[in-house]
């Protein structure tokens, strides 16, 4: 069984901080995050 | 008004309060994959200070952020333009569209430290970013820098910090609002 991702929420009003499991939704946008690595744009 | 130095048991007075330029609206750990920070922004600031210590991740993604309407990120029109200095190699980068902004990079147990200013992120307007960052990768100190706009014109009311399919190990963030003139 695969891992899932988590996200924690820490709120500024005062409630309690949360962390859950990613939905698929989000874990599949957090896979598509920006990628590039600078010295990949810069190595000859 | 004895600002900016208080003596104990002394009563602070609003002039003195409202000298403070300051305020802290957010803060927290970083943990998990992403970590939201919900609720810091707000009408009582256009400008403030993100402050990221001891950034450390498991993994090698890069350090990106989302703005987010209650816990709800914006994932689409981040535009950015990004200097880096790694050892004796100069750089730069330039991307439009993307689905966050990245504010900088990490290697596993490279531990980073951060500063971002963020503009207009809670009026209905495009958001601007600039800052950066500074780390040892072990063999060198390193500058990286980002010049970023969100081009949607949309009121945000907090800030998700994302570090890909790794997971944060170590952080403490802070957010601050610059008081108005």
């Known amino acids: 069984m695969s891992k ?3 996200i924690t929420t820490h709120y500024s009003d005062g409630r309690p901080s949360e962390t859950r499991d990613m939905t698929e939704e989000e874990e599949a ?3 598509q995050l920006p990628k ?4 990949e744009q810069t190595d000859e | 008004m004895s600002y900016p130095s208080f003596s104990v048991g002394e009563v602070l007075t609003a ?3 409202n000298a403070v330029g300051l305020w802290r609206t957010g803060g927290g750990t970083l943990s998990s994959s992403a970590t939201n920070f919900a609720g810091c922004f707000s009408a009582n ?24 309407s209650g816990t709800t990120p914006a994932a689409t029109n981040y535009d950015y333009q990004r200097l880096f200095v790694q050892g004796a190699t100069v750089g730069g980068g330039r991307s439009t569209a993307q689905t966050s902004m990245i ?8 531990v980073q430290g951060f500063q971002y200013d963020i503009f207009n992120v809670f009026a209905a307007k495009r ?3 600039y800052g950066g960052e500074s780390y040892n990768d072990g063999t060198n100190i390193n500058i990286e820098m980002t010049s970023g706009q969100h081009t949607t014109a949309t009121s945000y009311t907090g800030l998700r910090v994302l570090c890909g399919a790794n997971t944060f190990t170590s952080g403490k963030v802070m957010i601050y609002g610059y008081r108005q003139p």
């Open chain 2, 15 to 17: 002039a003195d309060m």
């Open chain 2, 103 to 110: 504010i900088g990079y990490t290697a596993t147990s490279i």
């Open chain 1, 29 to 31: 946008a957090v896979l």
């Open chain 1, 4 to 6: 899932k991702l988590q």
């Open chain 2, 127 to 129: 958001t601007q970013f």
């Open chain 2, 45 to 68: 600031y256009d400008a403030y200070r993100l402050v990221i210590v001891d950034l450390a991740t498991n993994g090698t993604d890069p350090i990106t952020i989302q703005l987010l």
């Open chain 1, 36 to 39: 590039a690595e600078p010295k």
